[in-house]
């Protein structure tokens, strides 16, 4: 799970849930409020991660009716996505100040 780089706090599970939907707009530290955003490369992994699944089951499953694809699309997508805040890393300009 991603850190605060300010102060270290671990940020939690839900925060990270929430702001994949929320597409990603900074998230504010719970413990000191300095706003953190997505890696640039955890964005892309994260779209990988819930688009070539969706595609697989597009495309590589035969014989599914539209209703049923649509709904492992969103299943998937809804999994892929419990698991995403485990993977993906956030970062502050804190880094920018030290530098
Ligand atoms: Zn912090």
Redesign the pocket.
């Known amino acids: 799970m991603t850190k605060?780089d300010?102060?270290g706090?671990k940020f939690k599970w839900e925060d990270i849930f929430v702001n994949i939907w929320a597409l990603y707009r900074p998230i504010r530290?719970r413990?000191?409020g300095?706003k953190h955003k997505i890696v640039y490369a955890s964005r892309t992994l994260a779209a990988i991660a819930i688009v070539v699944p969706i595609f697989a089951v597009a495309f590589l499953i035969p014989g599914l009716s539209v209703g049923l694809k649509v709904a492992v699309i969103f299943g998937l997508g809804f999994f892929v996505s419990l698991l995403l805040p485990f993977i993906l890393k956030y970062e502050s300009n804190y880094e920018d100040y030290k530098r």
């Open positions: 605060c300010a102060c706090v530290c413990a000191c300095v």
